[in-house]
């Protein structure tokens, strides 16, 4: 099966949802007029990193949800990304993917806490993987620092995802990083890999770009500027994901004896 796919590499505006919402519903359009089945926004796009002020968001991103639901069914696209939820002081980084058929959304909330940003004095981690079955594929989600841990993708690999999505607000200083570790994820676990990142400075953070889809061979099929805002579109043809898994046998080959820990139940 092909699928098409878009990446919505946006300048967030730290504070401001309503101007981030109104870039992004232009993109959306764009996205869907290329046909387009699903646009993927980074970490956070609705507001940026003001995690300080998470009760401030939590209802101006509810309403941003039931606008994007509309939104997907009017385009007949699927459209996530991460944004603050949460309820009585409890918060957490998801990322929705909203259904163009469907009032349900999707929803996935980032399972490792950044550190060195102090992500945990303001939001609660969330409590599993989540391996979406979509209308293409089974698919696993992701969000930014978890891409720094590969038994997730090895256990989105293990349980049958063709393809991950991960939404990332990614340092410019650390944008190597993200250059070798989105490849390495499609290569080591034979997946297609669509990352998006933002760019450019919101607050006192710059970030990098360069927004990516791989192939399972770790081929870039598409990429975006390293400073400014693009929509990177390309068609992603699933079943390639089989022929890459049966002609090299990683997963199979899996010493699932010694590190049982990469399975999937």
């Known amino acids: 099966m092909n699928l098409k796919i878009s990446l919505a590499q946006l300048h967030v505006i730290l504070g401001r949802p309503e101007n981030n919402l109104n870039r992004a519903i232009e993109m959306i359009h764009d996205a869907s007029k290329q046909g387009s089945q699903v646009i993927l926004f980074p970490e956070l796009w609705t507001t940026g990193y003001d995690l300080e002020n998470c009760p401030h968001y939590v209802e101006m991103n509810r309403q941003i949800h039931s606008s994007l639901a509309d939104l997907a069914k009017e385009a007949n696209i699927w459209i996530g ?4 939820t949460g309820w009585e002081g409890y918060f957490r980084n998801t990322l929705i993917l909203h259904n163009p058929t469907e009032d349900e959304p999707v929803e996935y909330s980032k399972l490792h806490l950044f550190g060195l940003m102090h992500e945990e004095m303001f939001l609660s981690p969330g409590e599993k993987p989540v391996a979406a079955n979509l209308p293409w594929s089974k698919t696993g989600l992701a969000i930014c620092y978890d891409l ?8 989105y690999a293990q ?3 063709p393809l991950t999505l991960l939404s990332a607000e ?3 200083q650390r944008i190597q990083h993200w250059d070798i ?3 390495a994820r499609a290569i080591e676990f034979q997946m297609f890999f669509a990352a ?3 760019v450019g400075k919101t607050g006192d953070a710059t970030y990098g770009g360069r927004s990516i889809i791989l192939s399972p061979w770790g081929d870039i099929l598409a990429q975006g500027s390293s400073t400014e805002e693009d929509l990177i579109t390309t068609t992603i043809e699933l ?6 898994r049966s002609h090299m046998s990683v997963l199979q080959d899996r010493r699932r004896d010694i590190f049982p820990e990469a399975d999937i139940k």
Do not use: K, M
Not at 148 to 155: E, G, V
């Open 81 to 84: 990304g991460s944004q603050i």
């Open 148 to 155: 720094r841990f590969a038994s997730l993708f090895a256990a």
């Open 159 to 161: 349980d049958g995802c």
């Open 170 to 172: 990614w340092p410019v």
């Open 181 to 183: 570790l989105t490849q």
């Open 196 to 198: 998006v990142n933002a």
């Open 239 to 244: 079943d390639l994901v089989n022929e890459v």
